[in-house]
């Protein structure tokens, strides 16, 4: 199914449910890193081999292990401080 009519799916069926009558689902691009650009990108599904899903989950993994990720994913400093926040909830543990 198209995504575009998920979406609709989706709000539709939210819209239905009894106190959300007025509930309006905005539609969003969805963006993963593209392995051909090394760079976030919004997803183009005509080449989604190109592209990689890094999930809150996987990130925070790799945060925790001090591992870097792909090349322009993220800046370097921003990266890093993500890395040493997670690395030190680690040693709280």
Not at 10 to 30: D, H, S, Y
């Amino acid at each position: 199914m198209h995504m575009l009519v998920c979406i609709y799916v989706v709000a539709k069926v939210l819209t239905m449910a009894p106190g959300l009558t007025q509930l309006e689902i905005l539609p969003f691009r969805v963006a993963a890193y593209n392995k051909t650009k090394q760079m976030m990108d919004f997803y183009d599904p005509e080449h989604k081999d190109d592209f990689l899903f890094i999930s809150g989950t996987k990130m925070r993994e790799l945060a925790r292990a001090g591992k870097t990720p792909p090349n322009g994913f993220m800046a370097p400093k921003a990266w890093q401080v993500l890395v040493e926040y997670y690395q030190s909830l680690s040693n709280c543990m």
